[in-house]
């Protein structure tokens, strides 16, 4: 029997005692009914794997004792996403569900010429990424930056390799063909109407590789799993 | 500049003329604004890529003129995925989406001890397929079998490769180090609680081999979307 995970954003790797606010509280002792003596685990998003005995069963301010921590290693290497998000906000929260589930370090809402969607609730995009973390029993929150646009991701991404995957009938390779494992990755994943040819001859000139996802034309919010699915293949 | 595909599916090879039904009539001269002497695509959903022309666009009963027939071939080999389907119904026609977008030729319902879902919408299902075939520019439309049991599934299926994806904690290989390309190929998904001992032993009596699909927990559709990413991967 798995113990369930909860979040502790706040809980520092030494701390003895915590205690769940009040949302928390409620759905560990109204919801799943959990009481005093019932082991659970908890999850800073930073690593850190605590697991801890409730103390004090209240169900607006659950007292945990903690029995013993443990550090889970970072997945290495790190794998980062920057994609368009879509003008439908039910598409992207799905990517980014199913994207933090799979596993993903950093996703980057790119601004791009086509990009219909710039603006982007941050708190919500932030609590379905918690909720994907503690449902894939992961210990590591996805990092979610601000939007960039085009310009700066290209100009200031890092990365070992870097791809983007564009729809212009070039000669590409797949992705997986083209990924080499153990190699921080940075993968670029366009609008509806893709990137445009200028955004293309940019990212290749600062040495971007372009891919190709597959033989079919892909949704940009599949487009962006798909990715995030072959990237995790080559760890 | 694509042409639009619109769905034909009683549409045959050596016709000459085709009129639409009133729903897609309407959808093309209504919604797309299409008239005379534009040029539109068919597909028959079995290979058949029709490039035709409005001979007369009729709101209710478009007529379209035949201008040359192409047949598609079949992607080889064959992908298939039975799969519990969740009780959740958005989780899972999300699934029959991205399934029918990245490329699947059948999925079957798969109904296992734990499933908590036998009974399927068809015609809903079939419209999600038809859609995701046509927005991603295919021409086959995926097969959607009728719900089978675990057991019908096991002792039916003959192709040649043949997988079974579950979390108990053992010795697993990979999905994308183990599948061969070129091979038809099965695998099956199971539901939120994971196949039961039994079925997982039935299985590998009868040769399926287990198979890992990453190193996170991964809900059942999730899981499904992530299989038939890996298997066109090895396409």
New interface residues.
């Given amino acids: 029997m798995e113990l369930p995970v909860f979040y502790a954003p706040d809980i520092r790797p030494d701390d003895m005692r915590y205690t769940m606010n009040e949302d928390t509280s409620k759905y560990c002792i109204q919801v799943l009914r959990h009481e005093n003596g019932d082991q659970v685990l908890l999850a800073d998003g930073r690593g850190q794997k605590f697991t801890a005995e409730i103390a004090d069963d209240n169900r607006k301010k659950c007292v945990l004792k903690i029995l013993h921590t443990d550090t889970i290693p970072a997945?290495e290497p790190a794998l980062r996403i920057a994609i368009s998000f879509t003008k439908n906000t039910s598409r992207i929260e799905?990517f980014l569900e199913?994207a933090a589930?799979?596993?993903i370090h950093t996703i980057i809402p790119l601004v791009s010429q086509r990009t219909e969607k710039e603006k982007i609730k941050a708190e919500r995009l932030q609590n379905i990424l918690v909720s994907a973390m503690l449902?894939?029993?992961?210990f590591y929150l996805p990092v979610l930056e601000a939007p960039q646009s085009f310009e700066q991701v290209v100009n200031n991404s890092k990365e070992a390799q870097q791809f983007i995957a564009h729809c212009l009938p070039e000669e590409k390779k797949?992705l997986?063909d083209t990924m080499q494992a153990g190699r921080d990755t940075l993968i670029l994943i366009g609008p509806e109407g893709d990137f445009t040819p200028e955004e293309i001859k940019q990212a290749l000139s600062l040495g971007f590789v372009p891919v190709s996802l597959?033989?079919?034309?892909?949704?940009t919010e599949?487009a962006g799993?798909?990715a995030v699915?072959?990237m995790?293949?080559k760890?």
Avoid: P, Y
């Fill in positions: 997945r799905w199913k589930e799979i596993g449902q894939s029993q992961q797949t997986q597959g033989n079919t034309r892909l949704r599949t799993m798909v699915t072959l995790n293949a760890q």
